[in-house]
């Protein structure tokens, strides 16, 4: 038994087991062996693959003339989004005037700032040479 508790694959074989072997197939003292005998008699299966018979026999090969079809990504490609959603050009033409609405209602509060003497966002080194 093994560490883990489990045995595996443990198969045991009694005298009478293989003497009973050796009825049904025989030993090779005796030379008269009934094994078994493997179906290829020729182990080089690519010639096989490329001999006249088997070309004959096997049907061939369909190839499918379809392109494979790559998906869109909507939020990438206006035109998907579009047909996905019809409200999409109304809904970015009303993000735009928002957009536009925040923007100019913003300018004159940030000329007001800059006017003031506030900083404009240009870093230490401008704040410093004042």
């Given at each position: 038994?093994?560490?883990w508790g489990?045995?595996?694959r443990?198969v045991?074989?009694?005298?009478?087991?293989f003497?009973?072997?050796n009825t049904?197939y025989?030993?090779y003292?005796s030379?008269?062996?009934k094994?078994?005998?493997p179906?290829?008699?020729?182990?080089?299966?690519?010639?096989?693959?490329?001999?006249?018979n088997?070309?004959k026999?096997?049907?061939?090969a369909?190839y499918k003339?379809e392109?494979?079809?790559?998906k869109k990504?909507p939020?990438?490609d206006?035109?998907v989004?579009l047909?996905?959603?019809?409200?999409?050009?109304t809904?970015?033409?009303?993000?735009a005037?928002?957009?536009a609405?925040?923007?100019a209602?913003?300018?004159?509060?940030?000329?007001?700032?800059?006017g003031?003497g506030?900083?404009?966002?240009?870093?230490?080194?401008?704040h410093k040479?004042?």
């Amino acid at each position: 038994q093994s560490t883990w508790g489990h045995i595996g694959r443990l198969v045991i074989w009694s005298q009478d087991a293989f003497e009973y072997l050796n009825t049904q197939y025989g030993t090779y003292q005796s030379g008269k062996t009934k094994l078994p005998l493997p179906i290829m008699k020729t182990c080089d299966l690519a010639a096989v693959i490329k001999s006249v018979n088997v070309k004959k026999a096997v049907r061939p090969a369909q190839y499918k003339g379809e392109e494979k079809i790559y998906k869109k990504d909507p939020y990438a490609d206006d035109e998907v989004m579009l047909r996905l959603n019809p409200i999409y050009v109304t809904r970015r033409a009303l993000q735009a005037k928002k957009r536009a609405i925040k923007t100019a209602a913003a300018a004159p509060a940030k000329a007001a700032a800059a006017g003031k003497g506030a900083k404009t966002g240009a870093g230490k080194k401008a704040h410093k040479a004042k």
